[in-house]
């Protein structure tokens, strides 16, 4: 009996026994009565070989957790190294293309003989500025429309040494006789020094193709700003500027621009006629 009694109190033991959570002396106790009964010897190896089992299984979970979790980091680095890659590729050729155009543009920058036509509009007032130029030469007319109605006109015209600047304002007419600054109308580009430049810029600047007046075009696409740049030329074919307040673009200005090269000849480029005009010194 008294075999029993000891029997049922070192199996009641034996998980802590296994775990070693037990102390010296239970220890001694336990390893005893260990070395003559059996049937608790058998206890104990059947608790151990489940243990054993329980953190085989164990493992392997973890095995299997640890292979899905570093499967999922190669997908995700996966994912990332596409996404660079993409993003490269992407700001790669948005230089290319700003670095093409303002190539072209400089190939073009030699305007000696252009005829260039503008259309400005904001809001409620439109500017049509049409200029002749040739060599050193030109005549430019800058006309200013509110609301359909003429508001101002200017007529700068330079050949040889011969320049004026007449001004056509609510019905006052003046000419001066002095040095115009800034009435050679130069053809917009986007000129750009060097690859690194443009690289800066493709970061910042979207490139998209787009068709505008009648043209194959690339449209750079900033902040505040869209630019249509022809394809053929690198020229501006519309540039449109908004105010990054005014979310409604009403006061979005737009230029449409064109430009025609070595048709101008001398007979393009008049004397304006001065009859009524008052002279300013
Ligand atoms: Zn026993």
């Known amino acids: 009996m008294k075999e029993k009694r000891d029997c049922k109190i070192v199996q009641d033991l034996l998980p802590n026994y296994i775990e070693k959570l037990t102390n010296e002396e239970t220890n001694m106790y336990i390893d005893e009565h260990l070395k003559e009964c059996t049937e608790c010897k058998k206890v104990l190896d059947n608790m151990q070989k489940e243990l054993s089992i329980k953190n085989n299984k164990r493992d392997e979970r973890e095995v299997k957790y640890i292979k899905k979790f570093s499967n999922k980091m190669k997908i995700l680095k996966f994912i990332l190294l596409t996404l660079i890659i993409i993003y490269i590729i992407v700001v790669g050729r948005r230089t290319l293309i700003m670095f093409?155009?303002?190539?072209?543009?400089?190939?073009?920058?030699?305007?000696?003989?252009?005829?260039?036509?503008?259309?400005s509009y904001q809001g409620n007032s439109l500017t049509i500025t049409e200029s002749y130029n040739k060599g050193e030469d030109y005549l430019t007319t800058i006309t200013r429309f509110v609301n359909g109605n003429q508001i101002q006109k200017l007529t700068c015209y330079k050949k040889g040494t011969e320049q004026l600047l007449l001004t056509e304002t609510e019905g006052?007419?003046?000419?001066?006789?002095?040095?115009?600054?800034g009435a050679h109308i130069l053809p917009v580009t986007y000129v750009s020094n060097g690859i690194l430049t443009n690289m800066q810029y493709a970061f910042i600047t979207g490139v998209d193709s787009a068709y505008c007046n009648g043209k194959e075009c690339y449209v750079m696409k900033g902040k505040n700003y869209e630019r249509y740049m022809d394809k053929e030329t690198g020229l501006a074919v519309r540039i449109i500027e908004n105010s990054s307040k005014d979310t409604t673009r009403k006061t979005d200005m737009i230029v449409d621009y064109d430009y025609k090269f070595n048709t101008v000849t001398d007979s393009d480029i008049v004397k304006p006629d001065t009859t009524g005009y008052t002279i300013i010194e």
Request: charged share 35%; glycine share 0%.
């Open 172 to 181: 006052k007419k003046y000419i001066k006789n002095f040095e115009i600054m």
């Open 100 to 119: 093409s155009l303002s190539e072209k543009a400089k190939e073009n920058q030699l305007y000696d003989n252009y005829y260039a036509k503008l259309y």
